[in-house]
C-alpha cells in the first residue's frame, strides 16, 4: 500500500481506533514506518501519538516537522501532553510549549514542575467543581450550560471557597437525585485526595485497593489543582508490573521490544557484567576443593545438580515475594510468619529432592555414599534458596531500593555458592 | 484488644473501608484472626469478604456460620457474589444460593453457567439501558424515577427492541445535552461489546487498549445480559501479571504468600523434580569430559561462569519477550525483526563479557590459551542465550501455551548445557 496514493492511505487508516493506528506504526519496520509517516503525516492525530511506545514516539515526533505535532497535541487533555512532552529534549519540548493555547500552555508547564513520577504529572488540569452550598439542580444546570467540559469525567467535586475538595458525586447519583436535594448530602464515602507530590506508585496503589475511578489532586495547601482518572491509574499499574518483571531479570527497567541492539547491551550489560564476578565467587569456592575433584572426576559432573536446582528454588520464592511486596501482602507485621512457612516449604521440598537425587545417584554412579552426599547437599542448599527467595528482596525493602532490584543475580549466587560448597564439603568428609 | 470487647472492636473496625479490614485480616494469624471473626462475625460485610485474598477468604467463610455469609453476600452486585462462590465447594455454595433473594439466584446461577475465567463470570447483570428512540429529557427522567440502580454505572446503553446493544452515553454527555437531543447522535465513538464466552485475558486487553470504562457483555445471539466494568478489568490484568511472573519463575499461578507449607510444595516442587532432570542433562555432557577434566582440574572451578552468566542474559531476554508478548507488541510480523535484535545485542555482550572474562582468565590462572577458551565459550553462550530467550517463549506461544509456562527452566537449562558443552569441548581443542 505504502507505493505512492496517500489518498488511499489516509482511507484505510481512517476508521481506526488511535491505539491501533499505533500498533501499526510500531509493528512495521523503521523504514517502512518513515514512508507510511510521508504519506500519511499531515493528518496524524494527537491520540496516536499518545499511544505509541516511547521509543518509537521519540522517533516519529523527531521525523515530523514541529508544527504538525504542535497541531496533533493541540486537542489532548493536559496529562497527555505532559506524558509526550516528558520524553523529548528541550528545543523540541519548546517549539511544541509555543505552539500551544496560552492557558494550555501554563497548566502543561505547571504540571511539569512537579517532579517525574508524581501525581502533579498524571493528574489532568480539567475539572468540574461546584461550590458546597448548591443543590442537584444547581448542578445539572451548571453543566447543561457549560461549553469546556473534559473529554471523561466521572464525579463532581465540591469545593470550599479556598478551593479546597470537600467531597465528590457520581454523575449516576446527581441523575437519579430530587433537584432539591443539596449536594454535600449525597456525597460519596469512597472520597479522598492525593497530594500533587505523591509518588505515581502510590497512586496506583490507592485506585487498585479502593477501587476508586477518580481521585482529585491538591497541592500542599490542600486546594485543588486537578484530577487523576482511572485509565492513567491502569497504566501506571502496567508500568509497575513492567518494572517489577524486568528489574527481577537484571534488566533496565525501560526496556522495550522496540529498542535497537545499541539501547539493550546498555540495559543488559551492566548486571552481566556483576554476575560475570558474583560468579567467579562460585569458581574461587570450586578451586578450594580441586584436589577432591582431582581424587574423584565424577564429583565435577553432579555437581551442576544441587546448585541449579537451588537457583531454581530461589528464584521461585524470590517471585512470589516481590510480588507480595508489591501487593502489600507481604509486610514487617507478617515478614516472620512468611519467612517460616518459606523455610519449612523449603525443607519438605529438599527432602522429597533428596530421596529422588540420592537414589537415582546411587544407581548411576554405583555409590551409595556419593548418593548420601548428593542428598544433604540438595536438603541444605533448599533451605537456603527458600530462606534467600524471601530475604534478599525484604532487605532491598527496608534500605528503601526496589525489591525486584536484581535480585535474581544475588538470590542465584547465593544458591550457587552454597550449593558447590555444601556438595564439595561434604564430599570431601564423607568420600575422601 | 482481641481479649473479649466485642464492642470495642466493632468500634474500631466501623470506620475502616472493606479493603483495610480485609488487608488486617490478612496479616494477623490464623489464631488471631479466628478469635477476631468470633467477636465480629455478626457484622461481617460482604465487602471485606469480596477484598479478601481466596485463601484466607475461604478460611473465614468456613469458620462462619452459612447464614452470616449469604447474609452478607446479599447487598453485592452479581459480579462479586460470583467471584466469592466460585472458589466454594459444591455444598458451601449451595446454602448461600439458597439464602440469596430469587431473582439475584438466577443471575448469579446463571453468570456461573459460563466457563471460569470467561467474560460471563465477570460482568454484573445490573445494567440501564434505553430504547433507541429516547431523548435525553426521556432518560434524566427514567434514572430520576429509577429505584434500583447500580452502585456504580457510567453509561447509559442504547438497545433495540431484541435487547442488542446499539450504543452507549456517557453520563457527562447525557447532563450536558438539551432534553430534545435524540440519544441515538450523541453515543460513544469507543463503543464496543464482548461476547460473554470470551476469555477475560482478552477482555482485560480491550480495555487497556482503548481505555475503556464499561463494556456491555452479550450472548451468543447478541442480546445484552450485563457489562464488565474498569475495576474488573484492572483486577484481571493485576492477576495476568501475578500469573507471568508466577510463571516465568515456575510456580502454580494460584500461589499466595498466605498459602500453608503443604500448598506451597504443591505449587512448586513439579518444576524443581523437572529441572532435577533438565540439570542431569548438563550432568551428563560434563561427564563425557571427565578425562579433560582429569587432566586439567581448574577447568571444573571455572566452568560455571561461562554457564552462569548465560543464565543471566537468557533470563534478561526471556523476561522483555514474554512482557512483549502480553502487551502484543511481539507479534509473528515484527518476530524476525526482534530475534535478530537480540542475537545482535547477544553477539554485543558477549564480546564485552569475553574480552572482561579473557583477560582476567589469563591474568588469574597464567594461561592465555584459558583466556581464549573462556572468550570464545562466553561469546558463543551469550548468543544461544539470547536467541533461546526470544525463542522459548514465541514457540510456546504459536503451539497455544502460556509464554511464560516455566520458560524460565527451559532457557537455563538450555544455556546451562551450551556453556558446559562450548566452554569443555574448546577446551579439549585447544588446551589437551
Known amino acids: 500500500v505504502d507505493q505512492g496514493d496517500s489518498a488511499l492511505v489516509s482511507r484505510l487508516l481512517e476508521p481506526l481506533h488511535a491505539a491501533d493506528i499505533a500498533d501499526l506504526l510500531e509493528q512495521i519496520g523503521a523504514t517502512e514506518r518513515r514512508e507510511l509517516l510521508a504519506l500519511w503525516s499531515g493528518e496524524i492525530d494527537g491520540d496516536v501519538l499518545s499511544e505509541l511506545d516511547e521509543t518509537i514516539r521519540e522517533e516519529v515526533i523527531e521525523s515530523l516537522p514541529p508544527e504538525v505535532v504542535a497541531e496533533a497535541v493541540r486537542d489532548l487533555d493536559t496529562d497527555d501532553v505532559v506524558d509526550i512532552l516528558e520524553d523529548l529534549e528541550a528545543p523540541a519540548q519548546g517549539k511544541i510549549l509555543d505552539a500551544l493555547e496560552l492557558v494550555d500552555r501554563v497548566a502543561v508547564e505547571q504540571a511539569m514542575s512537579f517532579p517525574e513520577g508524581s501525581a502533579g504529572r498524571l493528574m489532568q488540569?480539567?475539572?468540574?467543581v461546584a461550590p458546597e452550598h448548591w443543590t442537584v439542580g444547581d448542578a445539572i444546570d451548571f453543566l447543561r450550560e457549560a461549553t469546556a467540559l473534559p473529554d471523561q469525567f466521572y464525579h463532581v467535586i465540591l469545593v470550599d471557597p479556598r478551593m479546597k475538595p470537600l467531597g465528590y458525586i457520581t454523575l449516576g447519583r446527581l441523575l437519579s437525585a430530587r433537584r432539591d436535594v443539596?449536594?454535600?448530602?449525597?456525597?460519596?464515602?469512597?472520597?479522598?485526595?492525593?497530594?500533587?507530590?505523591e509518588e505515581e506508585e502510590e497512586v496506583a496503589y490507592i485506585f487498585n485497593q479502593y477501587h476508586l475511578i477518580s481521585c482529585p489532586v491538591v497541592d500542599e495547601n490542600d486546594r485543588l489543582v486537578g484530577v487523576i482518572t482511572i485509565d492513567d491509574a491502569m497504566n501506571v499499574l502496567d508500568e509497575e508490573h513492567e518494572e517489577d518483571m524486568l528489574l527481577l531479570a537484571g534488566v533496565g527497567e525501560e526496556a522495550s521490544v522496540f529498542d535497537g541492539p545499541i539501547a539493550t547491551v546498555r540495559q543488559r550489560l551492566p548486571w552481566l557484567v556483576v554476575n560475570l564476578f558474583t560468579a567467579s565467587l562460585s569458581a574461587f569456592v570450586i578451586s578450594r576443593f580441586e584436589a577432591t575433584i582431582a581424587a574423584l572426576v565424577a564429583l565435577a559432573a553432579v555437581m551442576p545438580i544441587v546448585a541449579s536446582t537451588g537457583g531454581i528454588?530461589?528464584?521461585?520464592?524470590?517471585?512470589v515475594a516481590v510480588r507480595a511486596l508489591a501487593t502489600r501482602d507481604l509486610t514487617s507485621s507478617n515478614a516472620r510468619r512468611v519467612v517460616l512457612r518459606e523455610v519449612t516449604a523449603g525443607a519438605?521440598?529438599?527432602v522429597v529432592l533428596a530421596v529422588i537425587l540420592g537414589?537415582?545417584?546411587?544407581?548411576?554412579?554405583?555409590?551409595?555414599?556419593?548418593?548420601?552426599?548428593?542428598?544433604?547437599?540438595?536438603?541444605?542448599?533448599?533451605?537456603?534458596?527458600?530462606?534467600?527467595?524471601?530475604m534478599v528482596p525484604l532487605t532491598l525493602e527496608r534500605f528503601g531500593l526496589d525489591p525486584a532490584l536484581a535480585s535474581g543475580t544475588f538470590v542465584t549466587t547465593l544458591t550457587d555458592v552454597m550449593g558447590y560448597l555444601a556438595f564439595l564439603g561434604l564430599a570431601t568428609m564423607v568420600l575422601l
Do not use: H
Open 348 to 350: 519438605i521440598n529438599g
Open 313 to 319: 528454588a530461589g528464584t521461585q520464592s524470590l517471585a
Open 182 to 197: 443539596r449536594l454535600k448530602d449525597i456525597t460519596e464515602d469512597s472520597f479522598r485526595t492525593v497530594v500533587a507530590t
Open 359 to 390: 537414589l537415582v545417584g546411587t544407581l548411576v554412579l554405583g555409590d551409595p555414599w556419593m548418593g548420601l552426599v548428593l542428598a544433604l547437599a540438595m536438603i541444605t542448599n533448599q533451605i537456603v534458596a527458600a530462606f534467600g527467595g524471601v
Open 125 to 128: 488540569r480539567e475539572v468540574v
